[in-house]
């Protein structure tokens, strides 16, 4: 696991430039008053490690909120000094640039960009370099369509304690903020690969998991959409490539028959008795299709009339719903009938029960079927429409199966043809010693037989692609299914693992919200990791500045008490908001030494930047000032002020 320190901040420009001292490992402070450069400082800070600074972008010329002097300098950068895991680094980020180079302590130049890019997800970006020093696995984070991968500036917002953030936040504002970005699966994802010991497994396995899922159902669509292609161009199922394929030798093997058998024809001589058997044989054929012919025929007939019969009982039908929803909508509108109307008058009459209004006796059910409510109609009106349907849907198959019929019909009627016009050449043949009508039809069975080839070998080109859909999609679900396992496998464990640190970070958190803030009884993180105070109870806003600090501190600590990716580096600026008093916010502060009850008698370091006010912080703090900016001493300074206090 890495760990991350920052040992010099260098600002320079045309106009203005700054260097910061060597900054030493433990807590590090910035002391100053409003408006002369503490924010700047750690949004420099920031920059260089590939965050976003809004005042800074010199690309957005309506940005309401510009830093002027940085804003409007020129030929400006931000240089960082950085140790991981004790190999000195240096960073250098042009103001308004994408490009962060990296210089190690080989001498070697890295050029790398901040932004990735979208068309091309696995380009090398500053995030995958320094994630891979720090031993944190890029993955992908899929969510619906989208997936992209996590960006250290996205691990950041839980290591960066802002001052813009709203207090009643814990994390940071995300760089692109969006209902994605801060979506509670992300904000998850954060969490637990900075403290989880299998999460970064996991994720890494879910995103590959999801990846492939998609490439499956893609594919899966694909060889679906193949499918319904197939079905629309072909008459029948496709067989496999195997059976097509002995179906293409059937064929050109009873080719070379036909060659065979027409060779032998044009040398041998015209036997007439062998023609007058043929066109027995031919006229037998013909019988047996004339009788076919008249059989689909009857068919047709048949069909046609119950087609015609069927299309007047759905008219018949629709007449009928039509004249029901006439008389539903003016029994509804007027009311005009009810069991207790007198037919003659029109009035009511409090009609005894099972006695007519005349007083004779009736069935009581029989005598009110002639009167119906409007929801009896809808019932009624809901069977006449379903018989509509049910005749409808009949009247359908009658047309496919007409369809079928003059098809066949035309099938049938050209072998008549076919076989009437080889009569007649075999009749003309008897007369002749050559055998042209059986040579021609032989010419005409070869034809035949090689566009059928024609149309196997196509077959068997749609049926390979099929095959290979098969294949592919096969091996993806096969790919998918071992993810799967793999994904359950790493959450089994991270889930228990995340369960301890869960159960640790909220003792360590209870005992630092109870030291910074006396009225504190209840802390602890829930299933999404937010901290739960005094159960929810309302509590004034100034106690959202401990319930944040204590927060990112207590992240750090189990980054001391465990081998997890938290890089053992917190930036904390200015945590002095919402009214909060200035002895509660130094009593605050004077915790953040909490750390070094952590560090294993010296043998793990770690490194806090603090900005905050003047003298706002514990007496005992005092050395650890490394800047203070007040009165006429500003962070940034004018090139010629530097020149000169350099004479």
């Known amino acids: 696991m890495g760990r991350l320190a920052i040992r010099r901040v260098v600002y320079s420009g045309k106009k203005y430039s700054f260097e910061s001292p060597y900054l030493e490992d433990g807590i590090v402070i910035l002391e100053g008053t409003n408006g002369h450069g503490k924010s700047t400082f750690m949004n420099l800070l920031y920059y260089g490690l590939g965050g976003r600074v809004l005042s800074f972008n010199k690309n957005d010329k309506d940005a309401n909120e510009k830093h002027q002097e940085i804003y409007n300098d020129e030929d400006n950068y931000v240089e960082l000094e950085i140790d991981i895991d004790?190999?000195?680094y240096e960073l250098t980020r042009h103001i308004g640039d994408n490009l962060i180079f990296v210089v190690g302590e080989d001498e070697k130049v890295i050029e790398t960009c901040v932004l990735r890019n979208q068309t091309n997800q696995d380009t090398s970006v500053f995030s995958d370099w320094i994630l891979s020093k720090l031993n944190i696995e890029v993955f992908d984070i899929v969510q619906g369509i989208r997936n992209f991968k996590l960006n250290f500036s996205d691990l950041m917002r839980l290591i960066y304690h802002d001052q813009s953030t709203e207090v009643d936040k814990i994390y940071k504002e995300a760089d692109n903020s969006n209902f994605i970005s801060d979506s509670l699966e992300i904000r998850k994802a954060i969490f637990e690969v900075l403290l989880g010991e299998t999460y970064n497994d996991y994720y890494?396995?879910?995103?590959?998991?999801?990846?492939?899922?998609?490439?499956?159902?893609k594919k899966q669509a694909v060889m679906d959409s193949y499918d319904e292609f197939l079905c629309e161009i072909l008459d029948e199922d496709l067989a496999n490539v195997i059976h097509i394929k002995a179906m293409i030798n059937e064929n050109?093997?009873?080719?070379?028959?036909?060659?065979?058998?027409?060779?032998?024809?044009i040398n041998e001589k015209n036997n007439s008795n062998e023609i007058l058997k043929l066109v027995d044989e031919q006229r037998k054929?013909?019988?047996q299709y004339q009788n076919e012919r008249d059989t689909l025929v009857h068919a047709k007939i048949a069909t046609t009339q119950s087609i015609d019969k069927i299309l007047f009982l759905i008219d018949e039908a629709k007449k009928e719903l039509q004249e029901i929803e006439?008389?539903?909508?003016?029994?509804?509108?007027?009311r005009l009938f009810t069991p207790n109307t007198c037919p003659y008058c029109l009035r009511e009459v409090e009609r005894e029960k099972s006695k007519c209004i005349c007083g004779n006796d009736i069935d009581e059910d029989q005598y009110e079927k002639f009167f119906y409510t409007d929801h009896e109609y809808l019932d009624i009106l809901k069977v006449k429409k379903k018989a509509v349907l049910s005749l409808s849907?009949?009247?359908?198959?009658?047309?496919?199966?007409?369809?079928?019929?003059?098809?066949?019909?035309?099938?049938?009627?050209?072998?008549l043809q076919i076989i009437k016009n080889y009569i007649s050449e075999l009749t003309h043949d008897i007369a002749s010693d050559y055998n042209s009508a059986h040579i021609r039809q032989l010419d005409s069975r070869e034809r035949a037989l090689s566009a059928k080839i024609i149309e196997l070998q196509r077959a068997e080109e749609l049926a390979q692609k099929r095959e290979n859909l098969v294949i592919e999609v096969t091996k993806l679900r096969n790919q998918v299914e071992g993810l799967k396992i793999k994904v359950d496998s790493y959450l089994s464990a991270a889930k228990e693992d995340m369960l301890n640190k869960k159960n640790s970070f909220s003792d360590i958190y209870l005992e630092l919200m109870k030291l910074a803030d006396e009225h504190c009884y209840s802390a602890y993180i829930g299933d999404d990791y937010m901290p739960n105070i005094n159960f929810r109870e309302y509590r004034e806003r100034s106690a959202s500045v401990p319930k944040r600090l204590m927060y990112f501190l207590t992240m750090l600590i189990e980054s001391l008490k465990n081998e997890v990716n938290f890089p053992r580096f917190l930036m904390?600026?200015?945590p002095n908001k919402e009214g909060i008093d200035k002895e509660n916010l130094i009593k605050n502060i004077a915790l953040l030494s909490k750390a070094d009850e952590f560090t294993k008698n010296g043998?793990?370091?770690?490194?806090i930047i603090l900005t905050t006010g003047i003298d706002t912080y514990p007496e005992e703090y005092k050395n650890y000032v490394f800047l203070t900016l007040e009165n006429d001493k500003y962070l940034l300074k004018e090139r010629a002020e530097c020149e000169n206090a350099h004479k």
Do not use: C, H, P, W
Not at 204 to 217: P, T
Not at 252 to 265: L, Y
Not at 326 to 334: A, D, E, G, T
Not at 603 to 607: A, F, I
């Open 86 to 88: 004790d190999k000195r």
């Open 326 to 334: 006439k008389i539903r909508f003016v029994n509804k509108k007027l």
């Open 572 to 574: 904390i600026d200015t």
């Open 204 to 217: 890494a396995a879910l995103g590959n998991y999801k990846l492939k899922l998609k490439e499956f159902e």
């Open 393 to 415: 849907n009949l009247l359908e198959k009658k047309n496919a199966r007409m369809t079928n019929i003059v098809s066949d019909i035309l099938e049938v009627d050209n072998k």
């Open 252 to 265: 050109k093997d009873m080719v070379q028959k036909v060659i065979i058998e027409r060779n032998v024809a």
């Open 603 to 607: 043998n793990l370091s770690y490194q």
């Open 285 to 287: 054929a013909l019988i």
